[in-house]
């Protein structure tokens, strides 16, 4: 209860992971509604978060890799929302950031965090604050899924369409980049 109250109270304050907002600087703001997933198992791709945007201190490719061209600390705030069509058997997908600090060599960077989707009506969304400090400029970053073999080889970043036109298309894919000011 006491982190739960801590956490309402940073909502409350503004603060974003131990950051007051007004000491942020929001850089770049993207969605995308187009499904999007590995064609077959074990085998990751990058997960895409619109058109490139070209930027003086952070670009992102069409590929869905970024560059940043300045040294910093940039709060991401990602959101997927995951689902499949069809298949039996539950089937076991995986995000995971990889960062290549100018070295030509991508790396993972943090932790794998798997979703399961056990049948078609499944839809699960994962919403993530996930704090990066880049001390080499030219650093690229990038976020994969991939389908793991050890579930069934189905499932995706998939968006929502609602009914009503009054409400906005659910993206697959979403992220917003944050700088702390300095």
């Not at 990751?44 to 890799?65: H, K, M, R």
């Not at 910093?72 to 058997?89: D, E, H, K, P, S």
Request: aromatic share 6%; hydrophobic share 35%; proline share 7%.
């Amino acid at each position: 209860m006491d982190s739960r109250n801590e956490i309402l109270k940073q909502i409350r304050d503004g603060v974003i992971v131990g950051v007051p907002v007004d000491a942020q600087v929001e850089l770049v703001a993207l969605s995308l509604d187009a499904i999007q997933g590995p064609t077959t198992t074990d085998t990751p791709v990058t997960i895409n978060y619109g058109a490139a945007q070209p930027g003086s201190v952070i670009s992102l490719a069409a590929d869905g890799v970024y560059t940043f061209h300045e040294t910093g600390t940039f709060n991401f705030n990602i959101y997927l929302q995951y689902g499949r069509t069809g298949a039996a058997g539950t089937s076991h997908l995986l995000f995971r950031s990889m960062l290549d600090p100018n070295t030509g060599t991508y790396q993972p960077a943090g932790t794998t965090i798997p979703q399961y989707i056990a049948n078609a009506s499944d839809l699960k969304v994962l919403i993530l604050t996930l704090p990066v400090a880049i001390t080499v400029p030219e650093t690229k970053l990038k976020q994969e899924l991939i389908r793991d073999s050890s579930g069934n080889d189905s499932g995706d970043l998939v968006s929502h369409t609602p009914a009503d036109p009054q409400f906005g298309i659910c993206p697959c894919s979403q992220l917003i980049i944050w700088r702390n000011k300095t």
